[in-house]
């Protein structure tokens, strides 16, 4: 079976971990003293319902104010299909955790609440899921029962997102599903009070979605993550490079170049603990061994010569700021990208997205926490990298304040 990794996102109280509690529930995901422990604290607390949302909600202030505050990831499976579900939270201050859980998934479920419709959150979200080329999305519609399942109400909302989602350049697929996931509508089950809606229900999309195509198979990209060398008599000549492949297919027999140095080789053979491998593609870890002996350690990459990465010392990239401080241009930040650490420095911020009208704002470049906008950044060494639109790998990168430690930002290169 496939795997599909996706999250949800929402603004406040529109019922996200109440509608993974119910795919969980409905799909049989839970086990009986989970369920026994959920009803306990529901009727301490006095709910009229079985709160769902306990299933996910693991933090004591997440359930003593019944919002999501960290990201919280759960696993389930059908016969059709394995699942990770990053359970995002909705507050604004919270964005860089949304940011965090969507970095890995291939599709993003956008909550609505039927009541509010379109609201600023709901922007935000779309466009970070723009953002981190998440090009599956699901426009979730929940509470309908609030409505009495009124088909105008959710053409309605339908047309307003359809007009904010005109304006992104990566949403692929876009799928609208009213839903209450209070009562199971069209959660797992297809709901009675609503005839009109012929479309699938959420847990049928989530199970035949094709995502296949996120994964970059054409540039192939091996960063270098360790230097195997066994001191035995066994495996006396034994050197390999481990990591995990970032794009591409590799072959024994492949003509590899290894960067920054140049030097050329080609794959003798590919090694995992389970024996050897006639090819290695994303997201396989594995042991690479080249027929040349050449001097390569962590941080440098192994990359064909037909498509090769780009190398440089200046990049320009969108950046999500994480840190509680505003964002100081003449700070000393280390710059880590796959598996290489350099120190960096900013050079220029261009400017900051408003999340609502997708407008540039170029009269207030100072980041505070959750902004998200546009810098340049110059680093100590070369990286070997890739525009973040064609593998979401190589084209990420995390910066950490020098003095503090702290992972201050997430960004994404774009050249």
Known sequence: MDLLRFTTAGSVDDGKSTLIGRLLYDSKSIFEDQLAAVERFSKKRGDEHVDLALLTDGL??????????????????????????ADTPGHIQYTRNMVTGASTANLAIILIDARKGVIEQTCRHAFLANLLRIQHVVIAINKMDLVDYSEAKFEEIKEAFQCFASRLDNLVEMTFIPISALKGDNVVDKSEAMPWYQGPTLLYHLETVYVGTTENHVEARFPVQWVIRPQSDEWHDFRGFSGRVAGGVFKPGDAVTVLPSGFQSRIKEIHTLDGPLEEAYSPLSVTLLLEDEIDTSRGDMIVKANNPPQVGQDLEAMICWFGEKPLNPRGRFILRHTTREVQAVIKEVKYKVNINTLHKIEDDLEFQMNDIGRISIRTSAPIIFDPYSKNRITGSFILIDAGTNETVAAGMIRG
């Open 60 to 85: 004591r202030a997440e359930r003593e104010q019944g919002i999501t505050i960290d990201v919280a990831y759960r696993y389930f499976a059908t016969p059709r299909r394995k699942f990770i579900i």
